[in-house]
């Protein structure tokens, strides 16, 4: 999985998926060769990889005994993972089709990782019991319809979305958008902290914390929900609630496209040629989570943007690891942290290989990225629930 070796590096997370769901077990080597993955020597393997263009090379057992001696060498950082079965996958995201893509589900689909989708009546019946890992879509929990209101609020797909959004919640049996939207955090936060790995990009990551953080507070303006917020609703905001983030302040504005302090996109002087992140080097024997999360060809990943691009470094709590930064821009761009028996990562911006995407932009085509880091940053995450659970060292 080095850059020299792999031509197919996203496909090569689904050949590992494939070998899982066939009851094979799979070792992950985590900083050998970019975080290569051993796998039994069969034949329908062989011809899987073929048949999907991934790179591999059939070694013997004695070689692979020695990659594994050194891979465990007190010696060297690097450690094996054993990878026991194919997690049940979910993706939360409107039924509906939207003007924008989504990156999670793009390359679940370019590496052939099959998934299912749910939305919040799925959520709200409990039936994230059934998964192990959870995606969320570009989604705004705040019930604020993503704070697109200045610029799309006459278009034909904004109005569609709101009164869909709007019979949605009423059907629930809730009065307001921004009600149903917090029972759906509420409930994905239980799931979190009952076991489940969440994964969130762009503004699904602040906004849910957000959403949890206002529990029992109107910070929705009349556009949104027919009544005035409530008044001094910063005061009531309840950091103790969230996942990552606090003492962020929220934009009162309807009309400002942003939804806190918590987004570094209006605070960037980044030029596009320079924005880059870096990828944080820990000890792959001592803390095996956060390196493999952290699995690429390359230590520095080209940035992208989203509505919420990436987080501002002084409002992350001090339990969350910061997984990627661009440390001269104060911000943190991938974060991970242990939420009860769960597990979250938050991933900022929209596309790793769009730097701008826009409403209405065409969709990525990975083809032609096939060897993309920052979409490798996505499959590690989509793996690290098939991990056999070390216990802890003391």
């Known amino acids: 999985m080095d850059s020299e070796g792999q031509k197919n590096h996203l496909k090569a997370y689904g050949i590992t998926f494939w070998t899982l769901d066939k009851q094979l077990k799979v070792k992950w080597l985590l900083n050998y060769r970019g975080g290569s993955f051993l796998l039994p020597d069969t034949d329908a393997i062989q011809k899987e990889c073929q048949i999907r263009g991934v790179s591999f090379e059939v070694i013997s057992n004695e070689k692979a005994e020695s990659i594994l001696e050194l891979v465990e060498s007190p010696s060297q950082n690097m450690e094996s993972v054993v990878l026991e079965k194919a997690p049940k996958i979910a993706v939360y995201t409107p039924k509906g089709k939207l003007p924008w893509d989504d990156a999670v589900t793009m390359v679940l ?115 949104f929900d027919g009544d005035a917020s409530d008044p001094d609703y910063q005061k009531q905001i309840d950091y103790s609630k969230t996942f990552a983030f606090t003492d962020f302040t929220l934009e009162r504005n309807p009309k400002v496209y942003e939804f806190s302090s918590i987004d570094m996109t209006p605070k960037r002087r980044i030029f596009k040629e320079a924005d880059y992140f870096s990828l944080m080097d ?113």
Not at 166 to 181: F, H, I
Not at 288 to 315: I, Y
Not at 334 to 352: C, L, S, V
Request: overall charge negative.
């Open 109 to 223: 689909t370019y590496a052939e990782i099959p998934y299912t989708t749910v939305y919040d009546e799925d959520v709200l019946n409990d039936n994230l019991l059934l998964y192990d890992w959870l995606h969320l879509h570009h989604e705004d929990f705040t019930g604020q319809f993503g704070k697109f209101y200045n610029s799309f609020k006459t278009t034909a797909w904004y109005i569609e979305d709101k009164k869909e959004a709007e019979a949605l919640a009423a059907r629930l049996g809730y009065n307001k958008v921004s009600e149903e939207k917090l029972a759906v955090a509420l409930k994905i936060r239980d799931y979190v902290v009952g076991g489940g790995f969440m994964f969130a990009m762009c503004s699904a990551t602040d906004s849910f914390d957000i959403a949890l953080s206002a529990e029992g507070v109107d910070i929705c303006e009349a556009m």
């Open 282 to 394: 820990f000890s792959a024997k001592w803390d095996p989570v956060p390196t493999m999360l952290c699995q690429n060809h390359t230590a520095l990943v080209k940035g992208f943007m989203g509505q919420t691009t990436s987080f501002t470094r002084d409002e992350i709590k001090s339990n969350v690891l910061v997984l990627g930064e661009n440390k001269s821009n104060g911000e943190a761009k991938y974060i991970h942290g242990i939420k009860g028996k769960g597990f979250f990562t938050f991933y900022g911006g929209h596309d790793p290989e769009d730097y701008t995407h826009k409403v209405g932009d065409p969709k990525t085509e990975l083809e032609l990225h096939p060897t993309s880091p920052g979409y490798r940053l996505i499959l590690n995450n989509v793996l690290f629930p098939a991990a056999k659970k070390k216990k802890q060292k003391t």
